[in-house]
């Protein structure tokens, strides 16, 4: 074929170029619409495949309700399940220091983060936070430590986690007398969890 | 079925015939001279594009039959078209037609080859065509074009002379076994009926005699006439020319027969000698095409044009028929998409109306459960320093000259560091995405040896004591010594002095690291 023939041939040419072109359109944008079609269908059908598996558990979801309402709620109260009470943690610190008998607590709150291990506990939709309240404290001996922490956790302001600790022994020169004679230092890792908006059932 | 314009040139007349849909439907006439073709042309001019088929009814005509070395591709092209040229210096009108291979040992090919010895017969019509802008398909002689008559009234006769007589004189032609052999166009005088019917006998006589020569076939040999009477006028002549030679059949083919079997309107076979085969050129062109490359090349382009054209419409119909499949699909998915809606909607007003019932919850039920066993599990992991302080214990119960100064601890993915843990910020807390790995208690020991009175050996030994003792410890995974009073390491340099009094100052510290097993 030469150029003579190729001029000859040049309209047919570009009517079979543009028949392939628009034919390649017409393809592409019909087959973008049944992928289209195909994903909306199979996210209708999971959809449907919640909703019957919702009506199909109505009723283990509602004894589910029942056992664990109440203990939600007392989550609620303690400050577990919501915003950070921290107003309650200060009472639980002010508390736990009358009762361990020591000498005064200074405390440092950090800001409010993810929970570094949330993924431990697989919370799925709830959201675990942090906040990581560093203690400083003075003991007559090394066994208030414990004594402090346990007294602590039962004030219910909440549920907490010690990160670390650390006591240094005040050099009192071998005096013995009602004097704070270990300088302790504690992470506590308070965590809360958030569900969505208060009030708000899951609805299908 | 494309339109086709068939043209049959003789010396005298030339016929002209539209094509379309299988049959003629129109066929003129022009007298060979310039009247002729001016009509001609003008009769071109109005008529649409078409493909011109030409067929030469003319006495410069040759025949020949050639066996040749059988040879493929172009070897084949160039042996043949160098035989061509030799037999036919002047014309271009030439064909060679392949007609079997040779029975002998080397198994020759066999070729037929034909040409119009006298171009300028065609010349001004080919003109008048190639002017017009309509590509010549191809130029064939009469007698191969006839050859299809043969196929269309499925003759069986093993030597068959298909007689006619057409406007320049009485054509022969011999076909033996079906394959064509010979043909003569002679001019004779067929005036008279009486004069006819011995023109005829003669020139049937002459051919046998003619093909006796070349050896074709012998007088012996029973011969079939097939006379062509397209007027209806020959019926005393294929009874003369039967009664004259009594070892041949002759069958006349009248009007009416030709145009029952041929499938040609009997005006047509009236309006010309050549209509008949016209409609058989119309029918299937014969193998043997005398145009040469350079008259083809508007048809070549023609073919080209239509192929594309084919191929336009096919990608159209396949791209209309995938499209069209898509959309149906898609129309499809979207009907079983509203249907699963509508199913999703009626199942969930169903559990709607089963919540009702339930309690008033601040969240679902998976929530309620999962935040309630979350605190579950984060009360009954809870760790703290009581563990590592009581097994500390029991082992300062039977090292009491260890002191310990600081005590760190630590649960986490790392373990607590040796140095600077009091000193450290609320922003290097963990990090929002923990390091991977189980989390573990660990504790770090700052102690001294006490008394100590300068005896290294001793102090180190106590030490070791007491960190074999940590290690015992089943809950126990690891003890190591950090520092030690004295740091006997080779690698570092080591001074003091022997004079100086241990109890004036001196100390025996030491550091440990101790890391329990994770808890299972």
């Keep these: 074929m030469n150029q003579a023939d190729l001029q000859a041939l040049r309209n047919p040419l570009l009517m079979v170029a543009g028949v392939a072109l628009l034919g390649a359109l017409a393809v592409y944008s019909s087959g973008r619409l049944m992928i289209a079609a195909r994903q909306q269908l199979a996210q209708q059908q999971v959809q449907l495949k919640d909703a019957r598996t919702r009506l199909h558990k109505s009723g283990e979801e509602k004894d589910i309700i029942v056992r664990y309402l109440d203990g939600f709620r007392q989550l609620e109260r303690t400050g577990f399940v919501g915003e950070e009470q921290r107003i309650n943690w200060l009472d639980g610190l002010r508390l736990a220091n009358q009762q361990a008998d020591l000498f005064g607590v200074d405390y440092q709150i950090g800001a409010q983060r993810p929970y570094a291990y949330a993924a431990d506990f697989s919370p799925g939709a709830l959201a675990l936070n942090q906040s990581i309240m560093r203690v400083r404290f003075r003991l007559l001996h090394e066994g208030d430590l414990d004594r402090f922490l346990d007294a602590l ?32 230092e504690c992470d506590l890792s308070w965590i809360t969890v958030r569900v969505g908006a208060s009030g708000e059932q899951k609805k299908p | 079925m494309a339109d086709k314009l068939l043209i049959g040139i003789s010396a005298h007349i030339v016929t002209s015939a539209h094509w379309r849909g299988g049959r003629i439907v129109e066929c003129l006439t022009f007298a060979n001279d310039e009247g002729g073709q001016a ?15 030409i067929m030469v009814d003319a006495v410069e005509e040759d025949y020949r039959f050639e066996t040749l070395p059988h040879a493929y591709g172009s070897d084949r092209a160039e042996m043949v078209g160098r035989k061509l040229k030799q037999h036919y210096r002047n014309t ?6 392949l007609l079997g291979r040779d029975t002998g040992k080397r198994r020759d090919d066999r070729y037929l080859f034909s ?29 191969m074009v006839g050859s299809g008559l043969l ?5 069986k006769a093993t030597n068959l002379l298909l007689v006619a007589q057409h406007a320049t004189g009485l054509r022969l032609t011999f076909f033996r076994d079906r394959q064509f052999r010979l043909s003569r166009l002679t001019r004779g005088d067929s005036g008279r009926p009486e004069n006819r019917t011995r023109y005829f006998t003669e020139e049937i006589s002459n051919t046998r005699l003619y093909l006796h020569a070349l050896r074709t076939m012998t007088l012996d040999e029973h011969l079939t006439v097939l006379l062509v009477d397209r007027g209806d006028e020959l019926q005393e002549e294929a009874v003369g020319v039967a009664r004259d030679n009594p070892s041949l059949d002759c069958v006349r083919l009248g009007r009416g027969e030709l145009a029952g079997r041929l499938g040609i309107d009997n005006s047509l076979l009236e309006a010309s000698p050549y209509a008949i085969y016209l409609h058989l050129l119309g029918l299937k062109a014969p193998l043997s095409n005398l145009a040469p490359a350079s008259t083809m090349v508007g048809y070549r382009r023609y073919q080209a044009r239509r192929a594309i054209y084919a191929a336009c419409g096919a990608l159209a119909v396949a791209a209309a028929v995938w499209s069209g499949t898509n959309l149906y699909q898609t129309v499809m998915l979207r009907g079983d998409t509203e249907d699963a809606a509508r199913q999703t909607a009626l199942l969930s007003s169903q559990y709607l109306e089963i919540t009702r019932q339930f309690p008033q919850a601040p969240t679902s039920a998976e929530n309620l459960k999962k935040t309630v066993e979350i605190a579950q599990r984060l009360r009954a992991t809870a760790h703290t320093p009581q563990k590592v302080m009581a097994l500390l ?14 005590f760190g601890w630590k649960y986490g993915v790392t373990e607590i560091e040796a140095e600077g843990a009091g000193a450290r910020t609320l922003d290097a807390a963990p990090s929002a995405r923990a390091p991977a790995g189980q989390r573990k208690e660990s504790a770090l020991l700052d102690g001294e040896v006490r008394p100590f009175r300068g005896d290294y050996r001793s102090a180190i030994v106590t030490i070791n004591g007491f960190a074999g003792r940590l290690a015992e410890e089943p809950e126990v995974s690891e003890v190591k010594v950090i520092k030690l009073p004295l740091n006997v390491n080779p690698a570092l340099s080591l001074s003091g002095n022997t004079l100086d009094n241990p109890e004036q100052g001196g100390t025996a510290e030491f550091k440990l690291l101790l890391v329990l097993k994770p808890p299972k």
């Design chain 1, 153 to 184: 956790a039962r004030q219910g302001a909440g549920i907490f986690a010690i990160d670390q600790c650390l006591m240094r022994r005040i050099d009192t020169r071998g005096v013995i007398r009602f004097q704070p004679n270990v300088n302790a």
């Design chain 2, 39 to 53: 009509d001609f042309k003008e009769y071109l001019d109005r008529s649409a594009d078409m493909p011109a088929h």
């Design chain 2, 92 to 97: 271009t009108y030439m064909a060679a037609t």
């Design chain 2, 115 to 143: 040409a119009l010895t006298n171009p300028d017969l065609i010349a001004d019509w080919l003109q008048a065509v190639a002017a017009r802008g309509m590509p010549i398909a191809g130029i064939y002689l009469l007698p």
């Design chain 2, 151 to 155: 196929d269309k009234l499925d003759v």
């Design chain 2, 393 to 406: 214990g029991r082992a300062l119960e039977t090292s009491p000259a260890i002191v310990i100064r600081e």
